[in-house]
């Protein structure tokens, strides 16, 4: 039987099961069928999806208000400095507020406590939309293009090349979760949250797959499935960008990862991509890349999540 998500706040990755994040999958496999057959839907038809934004954003922004326009629903986008969450307002206040009009929350924040308050004072369902720590509807979409990609997600080798970042951490919870090996290969002194990886790690043990991490990104790539980086400095560290770089040029995802890695081996990024820093161009553009799949999916799968969450 279907689980029912109704109600659920999606803040970490860890916050759904293995069998509750496939249900999400396997909705937005149904609904990305259905729309590029050009069917219309009215499953989120008068509800409305509040967008707080402390960050920029091109995907995160243009997916959810798209999928709400597809769906049938709106969306309101509030910018940086339209609420000046935690200034102008307590973010308990924003919360109880936005409830009175709002059927779903979506926010974009610095601090994850933030995201953690919204979801507590909320009496909608909350989605983090990223957090320093975590970025959990980016790995949504991302197992969404594994599985369409690679036909599972189950038993695959993947790497993760660069910051050890909310991305990285979404996708340990999320790899360790669907039994999806990762390792996870940092700069010396840039490893994933040392709590996150204890997690997944243990979460690994139960579902049959390793997590781990390395400063080796050659040896790392032998037989890969699955190769992904993001940018090396995130919204927040662009201070950091240059010191940053000198440390992580030896971790580019690059052409000569795919002579050691699997032939279909698939490259992958969030987005946005500093191309020729922690991502070569022509990689990006070569049949094994798709990232352009995975920001599509960002609309299928959270679309998927706001029905299951929302109606
Ligand atoms: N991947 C992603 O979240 O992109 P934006 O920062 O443009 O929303
Ligand atoms: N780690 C990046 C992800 C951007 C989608 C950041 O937080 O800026």
């Known amino acids: 039987m279907a689980v029912n998500l109704r109600g659920r706040n999606m803040v970490s990755v860890k916050d759904f099961s293995a069998e509750e994040i496939l249900q999400v999958l396997k909705t937005a496999e149904t609904l ?25 954003s091109l995907r995160t922004r243009v997916s ?39 059927d779903i929350i979506m926010a974009r924040v610095f601090g994850h406590d933030i995201v953690e308050d919204l979801a507590r004072h909320a009496t909608v369902p909350v989605i983090n939309g990223l957090s320093d720590r975590e970025h959990p509807c980016q790995i949504l979409a991302d197992l969404q293009t594994i599985q369409e990609k690679k036909g599972c997600i189950t038993g ?16 340990m919870y999320g790899a360790a979760l669907l039994g999806m090996n990762l390792t996870v290969v940092t700069p010396p002194g840039y490893e994933p949250d040392q709590e996150i990886l204890a997690e997944s790690k243990s979460i690994a043990e139960a579902t049959g797959c390793e997590i781990g991490v390395s400063n080796d990104l050659m040896e790392s790539c032998r037989g890969a499935d699955v190769i992904y980086t993001d940018v090396w400095a995130s919204m927040g560290q662009e201070a950091e960008a240059d010191d940053r770089r000198k440390f992580f040029m030896p971790y580019q ?21 500093h191309y020729d820093e922690e991502i070569t161009y022509d990689i990006s553009r070569t049949p094994n890349s798709v990232i352009f799949d995975q920001a599509e999916n960002r609309m299928h799968a959270q679309n998927a999540l706001m029905v299951l969450i929302g109606s």
């Not at 259905?34 to 839907?41: A, D």
């Not at 080798?157 to 996708?171: K, M, P």
Request: glycine share 8%; hydrophobic share 45%.
């Open 156 to 171: 695959l080798n993947a790497v993760y090349s660069g910051d050890g970042n909310n991305v990285a951490h979404s996708l």
């Open 253 to 273: 995802v690059n052409m000569k990862l795919l002579e050691v890695a699997d032939a279909d081996c698939i490259i992958m990024h969030c987005l946005p991509a």
């Open 64 to 102: 959810f208000e798209a999928g709400m326009t597809r769906l049938g629903g709106h969306a309101i986008y509030l910018a940086p400095t339209d609420i000046s969450l935690g200034k102008r307002e307590t973010t308990e206040d924003i919360a109880l507020v936005l409830s009175r009009y709002c």
């Open 32 to 56: 990305k069928l259905e729309i590029s057959r050009g069917q219309r839907h009215d499953l989120l038809a008068g509800k409305t999806l509040a967008m707080i934004f402390q960050k920029p």
